[in-house]
């Protein structure tokens, strides 16, 4: 069965430290795999995307297909970082998407 | 913020009650989606249409259901077979490429007493 999984609910870290958001998949085939942050009062929105391989405000996210993870990195977390990130997959005919349970990065000063 | 919009922000209704969520879209996409968010579950796939006059059920179908008349509308019906109602539910589209972004709307709590 699809499931996605982010294993930390919460995540603490102090300004310029290193911050990993860790997300590992279930998935039969070849899956697409996303990443959703929501920041305080603003509605959920992509991040980055697998199939890009782009860098967005920093962040960045491999494909571990052996590990079956996805996880989010970021060498430096800024204060405007702070937010609720989602890990999501799906199937190749982006028809369903399956959404990880989030994890609340808080970025400390 | 724009393109998708959702109304009302906070519905309350008694049990026993059907009552609809609106979705629309301006953004001419093709695929929507609605999801229901509890705390600790992460959003959870209910229905979902990517052309007009068909939708396909998610994982969690039952109790609800939904119509695609028209491109930019997709709303969401929650029957009274639904046991626990009380969600907050996001409506979300997307374009049928190879990006396939989904653009989400502000959500609306349901509250059913």
């Given at each position: 069965a699809q499931r996605v999984?982010?294993?930390?609910?919460?995540?603490?870290?102090?300004?310029?430290?290193?911050?990993e958001l860790k997300c590992n998949y279930s998935y039969s085939g070849s899956p697409e795999l996303f990443w959703y942050v929501q920041y305080s009062r603003q509605r959920?929105?992509?991040?980055?995307?697998?199939i890009s391989r782009e860098s967005i405000k920093g962040f960045t996210a491999d494909l571990n297909k052996?590990?079956?993870?996805?996880?989010?990195?970021?060498?430096?977390?800024?204060?405007e970082d702070s937010?609720?990130?989602?890990?999501?997959?799906?199937?190749?005919?982006?028809n369903k998407f399956y959404f990880g349970s989030g994890t609340k990065l808080n970025v400390k000063p | 913020d724009g393109g998708i919009t959702q109304s009302p922000k906070y519905l309350?209704?008694?049990?026993?009650?059907?009552?609809?969520?609106?979705?629309?879209?301006n953004l001419n996409h093709d695929a929507m989606y609605w999801y229901r968010q509890d705390p600790g579950q992460g959003l959870r796939l209910i229905y979902y249409s990517q052309i007009v006059?068909?939708?396909?059920?998610?994982?969690?179908?039952?109790?609800?259901?939904?119509?695609?008349?028209?491109?930019e509308s997709f709303p969401l019906t929650v029957t009274s077979a639904q046991k626990?109602?009380?969600?907050?539910?996001?409506?979300?589209?997307?374009?049928?490429?190879?990006?396939?972004?989904?653009?989400?709307?502000?959500?609306?709590?349901?509250?059913?007493?």
């Open positions: 999984t982010q294993p930390e609910k919460l995540l603490s870290v102090f300004k310029g430290a290193p911050v959920l929105q992509l991040l980055l995307r697998h052996g590990e079956t993870s996805f996880h989010l990195k970021k060498p430096f977390a800024q204060e937010a609720m990130y989602y890990c999501a997959l799906s199937g190749p005919n982006f | 309350f209704r008694k049990e026993g009650q059907n009552v609809t969520l609106s979705c629309e879209q006059n068909d939708f396909q059920k998610g994982d969690i179908a039952e109790g609800y259901s939904v119509s695609r008349e028209k491109k626990n109602p009380t969600a907050f539910y996001l409506c979300a589209s997307s374009v049928r490429d190879k990006t396939y972004e989904q653009y989400f709307g502000p959500g609306t709590r349901l509250t059913v007493t």
